[in-house]
């Protein structure tokens, strides 16, 4: 899925359910210089949503 998010940022937020985002990511890619900052925020986006799947999984563990 990382490299998903870098050489087609907008298809990872599509295929994660953001549609908005994916649809921005696309706008930004279009542009030569806009692809590298969309290829980043894609990936952020991607590691801060499995790091927020982990944080539920330890509270559900922890009884919360």
């Not at 050489?7 to 953001?18: D, Q, T």
């Amino acid at each position: 899925m990382i490299l998903i998010a870098v050489l087609l940022p907008w298809l990872s937020f599509f295929l994660r359910g953001k549609i908005l985002s994916g649809i921005i990511c696309l706008i930004l890619q279009l542009t030569i210089l806009g692809w590298l900052p969309a290829a980043i925020w894609a990936v952020a986006s991607r590691v801060d949503g499995k790091n927020k799947q982990r944080i539920r999984s330890l509270e559900r563990r922890m009884g919360r």
